[in-house]
């Protein structure tokens, strides 16, 4: 390697001694007669929280979850009906396809691997035969982060029928975008009708908004049949509504019989789904969005702010989650199986808080429960009770029922409604009772004494309560 000239080192030499240098940050000068000591004492960052956020609480459904956890730990007996988790294991070939992917340790595709979006775009088709590409999908850590990063991403106003959901008013809040709840009816089943959904739109017509339908439903365990679904999509693309459609528990349809409004309103439906309802992962934290290709600018936006934030979701739990989304036996066994215990379980609690006097329909979908209790509200009044919220404290505190107030899915806080889920017993022992069931029993009460004697034991300390108003 050759030297460099003399005179070339001596001239860059000159013009660094003639060159202004960075001079150090002034020194605060000390006040007069100031205690030296109290210059190197630490004082109070300055902060201050987002006017979003102010004002939020942790979300309701994980808050009942560790307060029950913590009665449990006081020695309390608690029957937790609060936190709606799937009681049943991840099914064995997908825990399997973790294990073998275990070594996985790359970054993946900000949009999700590629062969996972492959399989949801054909499992979509599978099941619903809605014809979407690879392309078309976006993978992220749970749909709760998904549904999140849309209303960062989409200007415009959130539709929520009430009751709906915890998380998606406060999400809504957080983005600082507008909700609106849709009041819905019990006379109705609680859903959602293309008169409410047209009254809200007609009279801004061209607003630009997003329609939240989530079913089966959380919190009521209702679905939508194929003529409701219709009649809702006529609505939708009179006023041009994108439509969120959150069938997380599409799967858990008691008879197998889910239908996606994608079927109807194909090109302004995104299609929200994941493994935690109805694959028993929730703690793996994989959702999937499907897009019409129409609404790809919307995909394009949230994959530039995934890539931003989250950057990608696990490497082994998308490798796996092509082993579930794929199908075949082992997959189609183990839902018809969680199917049949939900399908036990579900009548057999309404059934007995209706002779209680609550009001309530069998469920159709996931599991969880929505009943009224305004028959009980002179006799809930006489004991100091006048809102679903102390109603829920007070039935914590009497018989250790862990259930969640109807005002935190959006109802009036004087409404008497509350949300339950019937999920607290062993999913895994469930499932293999199930196997020897017939497809058409229903509340067998052999079964539910050996399977389900937990949960059924809560919903019996709930309604001889009531009952002893």
């Known amino acids: ?18 060159t202004p240098q960075l001079q150090p940050y002034p020194q605060a000068a000390a006040p007069p ?48 009906m609060g936190l709606g988790q799937s009681p049943f294991p991840v099914p064995p070939p997908v825990v399997e396809a973790l294990k073998a992917n275990a070594h996985q340790k790359d970054y993946l595709p900000v949009r999700g691997l590629n062969a996972l979006r492959e399989a949801v775009a054909a499992y979509h088709h599978r099941a619903q035969g809605i014809e979407r590409s690879t392309d078309d999908v976006l993978i992220g850590p749970g749909s709760k ?54 009254a ?34 006529r609505v939708a ?38 493994l935690s309802k109805w694959a028993g992962a929730g703690g ?19 994959a530039v702010v995934a890539s931003e934030s989250y950057t990608s979701v696990s490497a082994p739990i998308q490798h796996a989650a092509i082993t579930a989304f794929s199908g075949g036996p082992d997959m189609a066994e183990y839902l018809a199986c969680s199917r ?43 004991r100091g009770i006048h809102d679903a919220r102390l109603l829920c404290e007070r039935l914590l505190e009497d018989t250790g029922v862990a259930v969640l107030p109807g005002s935190d899915f959006g109802r009036a806080p004087t409404e008497l409604s509350l949300r339950l889920a019937y999920v607290n017993f062993d999913g895994a022992r469930a499932l293999a009772g199930a196997a020897d069931l017939d497809d058409e029993a229903v509340a067998d009460a052999g079964f539910l004494a050996a399977h389900c004697a937990d949960s059924m034991a809560g919903i019996e300390r709930m309604a001889q309560w009531l009952e002893a108003l």
């Open 33 to 80: 007669h100031a205690d030296p000591d109290t210059l190197d004492r630490p004082v109070r960052p300055h902060v201050h929280i987002s006017l979003n956020i102010r004002g939020l609480s942790q979300s309701s459904t994980l808050a009942i979850n560790e307060r029950s956890a913590r009665l449990e730990r006081e020695g309390r007996k608690v029957f937790r």
């Open 284 to 302: 793996w934290r994989l959702g999937t969005f499907t897009f019409p290709p129409g609404l790809r600018g919307i995909l394009d936006a949230m």
């Open 340 to 382: 049949r215990v939900l399908r036990q379980i579900g009548p057999a609690v309404a059934a007995r808080l209706r002779a209680a006097g609550c009001d309530l329909d069998d469920p159709e979908g996931g599991f969880y429960l929505f009943p009224d209790l305004s028959a009980f509200r002179e006799r809930l009044a006489a």
């Open 145 to 198: 982060e998904l549904l999140f990063i849309l209303q960062l991403c989409f200007y415009g106003d959130l539709l929520v029928p009430s009751p709906s959901w915890v998380s998606y008013a406060p999400q809504a809040a957080i983005a600082g975008r507008q909700h609106r709840w849709i009041d819905t009816r019990r006379e109705d089943g609680w859903r959602l009708t293309p008169e409410a959904l047209d």
């Open 237 to 274: 693309r009179r006023y041009g509504l994108v439509v969120l459609s959150d069938e997380i528990y599409g799967e858990v349809h008691h008879q197998g019989r889910h239908a996606s409004i994608a079927r109807w309103y194909p090109e302004g439906t995104i299609i929200s789904g994941g």
């Open 1 to 18: 390697m050759s030297a460099v000239p003399l005179e070339v080192v001596e001239e860059v030499a000159s013009r660094l001694e003639t």
């Open 200 to 233: 809200v739109c007609r009279g801004d017509p061209d607003r630009p908004r997003i329609l939240i339908l989530n079913y089966p439903s959380n919190p009521l365990g209702v679905t939508y049949s194929p003529e409701q679904l219709q009649a809702l999509a």
